[in-house]
């Protein structure tokens, strides 16, 4: 007879959102782990003092399944500012949000950002997105952001000064190249909510997720060689039994008769300290000049102290995909990049470590909100979860996680 009622394969926000519900359910559940600590892709390194994320990551305040899994006081989340600031060699100027500070009206009237026209439109859009429901925005037809951006009439001033900067960073690629469902999906989120930052890093997240778990277990530094009906094999050859299954991480290589092609966006973050904040206090910094090596900066710092020593400062820079050149030669061409765009100081700033996270975030077609609990199941006592399941985010993690337990309890009812 097995042992456990469920065993979960990842212990990233899917997998521990999928335990939570299990657990909920008074099911017997193990949690199966390659790394040492949990949270997959949500993951933090202590440095020195510094408090360094595994890549550029921020929690949307907005994101309806962070609402309701997370405890926003106990993480102790801390807020950019709406907006951004935006650069190219000496040209800089502030993107505001008017919404929220009335104060910014004229300043975005006037801003190089874009036209009159452009500004029109990017309040029309606002407005007809926060009309949207999450199912409707996922229902709509699939292009590309670029495309739906076009569509809508916005200048290449507009696309290449704000829209491609800031939504490639968060999309992780240049072209804009993402399912248009997902832009206005983050365009509401950013619309109703604040990008933050929990005190103690993204990892925190996940930390707090397995908190709130009292009776599951654990099994940490375990890789998982294959998964068959009822039981899981460890690279060791020891073999772990119960009753369903869910693969709650990448799963080609422990399942390879899933035939599920993902393919994936990267990554590339340096980080840096100084005792001075370069740019405007509590703004993501987004480069728009044209074959810029830099995508955006932030002072997280700035934002949240913990994660700097008292006297110094955080600087993330995350750099657009550069495959021929040397950890070294980035680092310089930043240095670089920034003293010609008036930043002297660039040429002090200590380098703390740098962070390339190939498997950032899945790129995928179809993107969806939500699906028919059902379709996690992918074989007899076998469910999958993940973000690369629905659409590439946190929300979406989190929401598969539930759909996954929800298919399980059914079956394990039955």
Request: net charge neutral; glycine share 6%; charged share 25%.
């Amino acid at each position: 007879m097995a042992n456990y009622d469920a065993l979960i394969i990842g212990a990233g926000a899917a997998g521990l959102v999928a335990a939570k519900e299990l657990e909920n359910y008074h099911l017997k559940v193990l949690v199966i782990d390659a790394s040492d600590r949990v949270g997959g892709r949500l993951r933090t390194d202590k440095v020195d003092g510094f408090t360094l994320d595994h890549g550029f990551q921020v929690l949307l305040s907005a994101y309806p399944l962070a609402q309701k899994h997370l405890d926003f006081k106990a993480l102790n989340l801390k807020p950019f500012k709406s907006g951004a600031f935006c650069f190219s060699g000496r040209d800089h100027f502030l993107v505001e949000d008017v919404n929220r500070n009335a104060a910014a009206y004229l300043r975005m009237a006037l801003s190089p950002v874009g036209s009159i026209w452009d500004k029109l439109k990017l309040a029309k859009l606002r407005k007809e997105v926060l009309a949207k429901s999450e199912e409707m925005i996922f229902n709509e037809p699939e292009i590309s952001t670029l495309d739906y951006l076009k569509q809508r009439g916005f200048s290449d001033k507009i696309i290449n000064r704000f829209f491609k900067p800031f939504f490639g960073g968060i999309f992780l690629e240049d072209e804009l190249k993402t399912s248009c469902r997902q832009f206005q999906f983050i365009f509401k989120m950013f619309a109703l909510g604040e990008a933050m930052l929990p005190q103690d890093g993204i990892e925190s997240i996940a930390s707090h997720l397995k908190s709130q778990l009292k009776e599951t277990h654990f099994r940490m530094n375990a890789q998982v060689k294959g998964v068959r009906k009822g039981e899981v094999e460890l690279s060791d050859g020891e073999i772990i039994t119960g009753k369903q299954i869910i693969i709650a991480t990448d799963p080609s290589a422990i399942f390879p008769q899933l035939v599920q092609d993902i393919s994936w966006n990267e990554t590339h973050q340096y980080y840096f300290a100084s005792s001075k904040s370069p740019f405007p206090k509590g703004y993501i910094s987004l480069s728009f000049a044209e074959d810029a090596l830099i995508n955006n900066i932030a002072v997280l710092s700035d934002v949240s102290a913990s994660y700097a020593p008292k006297g110094q400062h955080l600087i993330s820079v995350s750099i657009r995909n550069q495959k021929s050149k040397s950890d070294d030669q980035i680092e310089n061409e930043i240095r670089r990049e920034l003293i010609a765009s008036g930043y002297e100081a660039a040429r002090d700033w200590t380098f703390i470590r740098n962070f390339k996270i190939r498997k950032a975030l899945p790129s995928i077609s179809n993107n969806a909100y939500t699906r028919p609990f059902e379709e996690s199941r992918i074989a007899e006592g076998i469910y999958i979860a993940g973000d690369q399941m629905l659409n590439p985010s946190l929300n979406a993690a989190m929401e598969s996680g539930e759909l996954a337990a929800k298919a399980l309890i059914l079956n394990h009812t039955n």
